[in-house]
């Protein structure tokens, strides 16, 4: 079921100036700190299943992607890279020395590059509906192509349609009007309709290929997850993810697709609880 609680104590908002644009990011709860990193065209709100949860324990800091939420529009061309230099920024501006990292989707692949890039700042890795090449994500198959094309083509209400067959598991979108209008809630903009920066942020993630690089965080705690019907991050692509990074743990969850945390935040919840608390 996808949650309706609300945050129990607003977060702080606030913008980091970087050379080239504004980041926008939130700051709640207390604890140590862990940063969330969201996927394609979603905007930070996106983790309020999680915040919700989290920040009576720890100290919960999301951001929005560039040219999404309050963040200024890119300049030039996105690289997970560079998302990667906007999470750091945004460390930097919460003043945290190190914090666990949870990712999805796109966020995961930033999540590995700032271990990568900044290992002494990130104290753990929560890699949730993702993988190790963004070039193998959405891997071509019919199902993978009639998804895809159900939530680009048609009226707003059969996008928003085709895009809850895309992220939400068989049989889970009964009411699809309802649940489109509460996942257009936390997603930041309607189902129906495509942010403009996600052709960019879909370019960046398929020059990524971080595969060979995994074995270096090693040591590392790490959790990956998978959903058994995820057409975009497919079980398969975690469990590879898993065995590229020596010590990771695997969990896959059944009868989840890609929007796993917000359609069975009970589950990722628990499972990040106890990992952050092994880590910890």
């Known amino acids: 079921m996808v949650s309706s609680t609300r945050l129990v104590d607003q977060p ?22 862990v940063l969330f990193i969201q996927g394609v065209g979603m905007h930070a709100t996106s983790w309020r299943p999680q915040i919700d949860a989290f920040q009576t324990r720890y100290r919960c800091i999301t951001f929005d ?3 999404l939420g309050g963040s200024d529009a890119p300049v030039g061309r996105i690289s997970i890279e560079g998302m990667a230099d906007d999470a750091l920024a945004v460390l930097n501006a919460a003043g945290v020395d190190a914090a666990h990292v949870v990712g ?6 930033v999540a590995q590059q700032l271990a990568l890039s900044h290992r002494a700042r990130v104290r753990s890795l929560s890699l949730v509906c993702t993988f190790p090449a963004g070039r193998r994500a959405a891997p071509l198959s019919w199902r993978m192509i009639w998804l895809g094309l159900r939530s680009q083509i048609g009226t707003r209400a059969m996008r928003r349609r085709g895009f809850l067959r895309l992220v939400m598991p068989p049989g889970r979108i009964e009411n699809a009007p309802e649940l489109a209008a509460r996942l257009a809630e936390l997603f930041g903009h309607d189902l129906g309709d495509q942010p403009a920066v996600v052709p960019a942020q879909l370019r960046a993630l398929r020059r990524s290929d971080l595969s060979a690089r ?3 965080l090693a040591g590392l705690p790490t959790l990956v997850m ?15 993810l898993a065995m590229r990074i020596p010590g990771a743990r695997y969990v896959e969850v059944a009868g989840a697709s890609h929007g796993l945390p917000i359609s069975h935040a009970g ?4 499972a990040l609880a106890a990992h952050l608390a092994e880590a910890s």
Do not use: C, K, M, T
Request: hydrophobic content about 35%; charged content about 25%; aromatic content about 6%.
């Open 12 to 33: 702080e908002r606030r913008i980091v100036d970087r050379p080239d644009g504004r980041i926008f990011y939130a700051v709640g709860g207390a604890g140590p700190d």
């Open 65 to 67: 992607h560039r040219g």
């Open 104 to 109: 999805h989707s796109l966020g995961g692949v």
């Open 214 to 216: 995994l074995p270096e």
């Open 226 to 240: 998978s959903a058994f019907h995820d057409p975009i991050a497919p079980p398969a692509l975690g469990r590879e």
């Open 267 to 270: 589950v990722v919840n628990g």
